[in-house]
């Protein structure tokens, strides 16, 4: 198949579009199916990325599609949180812009340093980035507890969830606070790839530099 829009990978990620502006669409008055879709939504981007290297269907439109739909979805329950939230709207904005910040600046620098894809890290890099995007485990669980906090936070703010009669507070609220410290680590990873994307541009910059002095002198 020669069709890239038709590619199974880029159907499933069309999939998880519709489902989270379902779960948008529900936000504001039936938290239940909100989190149903945005949950089923977050549950496909397991397998588009499995499916694009099985049937030989990866391509650069649905590597952008898997990420822009990432960035988007979490961006838009934040904003949901902002009006739930009002006191913490500034932590929700700091997430937002953290996210997006880093994911682009990191997804540019890797395109323009020869990169196929920002999960594709040079081995000589940062550690912490290498296990994070090599390790298919640590990526899985990182990016589902920063999603399942966000929509705990969101979904605890209507009910608690089934009480645990052991424990004394809902279902939804114990795996808000235990998703909460992954959330946080993933902020902390965010920053750190940040700070590596800066590097390469800057690293960039300096080679560029570099061949234009070199350039002047032998011209000289």
């Known amino acids: 198949m020669t069709n890239v829009y038709l590619f199974v990978p880029n159907i499933i990620d069309y999939l998880r579009i519709v489902f989270a502006f379902i779960s948008f669409y529900y936000m504001p008055f039936?938290?239940?199916?909100?989190?149903?879709?945005?949950?089923?939504?977050?549950?496909?981007?397991?397998?588009?990325?499995?499916?694009?290297?099985?049937?030989?269907?990866?391509?650069?439109?649905?590597?952008?599609?898997?990420?822009?739909?990432?960035?988007?979805?979490?961006?838009?329950?934040?904003?949901?949180?902002?009006?739930?939230?009002?006191?913490?709207?500034?932590?929700?904005?700091?997430?937002?812009?953290?996210?997006?910040?880093?994911h682009w600046m990191h997804c540019q620098s890797s395109i323009e340093r020869g990169s196929t894809s920002h999960k594709k890290i040079d081995l000589s890099a940062n550690p912490f980035l290498r296990y994070y995007y090599h390790n298919k485990v640590i990526l899985f669980v990182m990016c589902a507890a920063n999603e399942l906090f966000f929509c705990m936070l969101y979904l605890t703010y209507f009910t608690g969830g089934p009480t645990?009669?052991?424990?004394?507070?809902?279902?939804?609220?114990?795996?808000?606070?235990?998703?909460?410290?992954?959330?946080?680590?993933?902020?902390?990873?965010?920053?750190?790839?940040?700070?590596?994307?800066?590097?390469?541009?800057?690293?960039?910059?300096?080679?560029?530099?570099?061949?234009?002095?070199?350039s002047q002198k032998k011209l000289g």
């Not at 979805?73 to 997006?100: E, G, H, R, S």
């Open 30 to 102: 039936d938290p239940t199916k909100a989190t149903l879709f945005y949950l089923l939504s977050g549950f496909l981007d397991a397998f588009d990325g499995h499916l694009a290297r099985m049937l030989n269907q990866c391509s650069r439109l649905g590597a952008m599609l898997d990420m822009l739909t990432d960035r988007i979805t979490t961006m838009c329950l934040c904003a949901a949180l902002c009006q739930l939230y009002p006191t913490y709207m500034l932590f929700f904005q700091f997430a937002m812009a953290l996210d997006i910040f880093s």
């Open 164 to 214: 645990i009669p052991l424990l004394g507070f809902g279902l939804w609220t114990l795996l808000c606070v235990v998703c909460a410290p992954l959330s946080i680590l993933k902020m902390v990873i965010s920053a750190i790839q940040l700070g590596a994307a800066c590097e390469n541009y800057a690293i960039m910059d300096r080679e560029d530099l570099a061949r234009a002095s070199s």
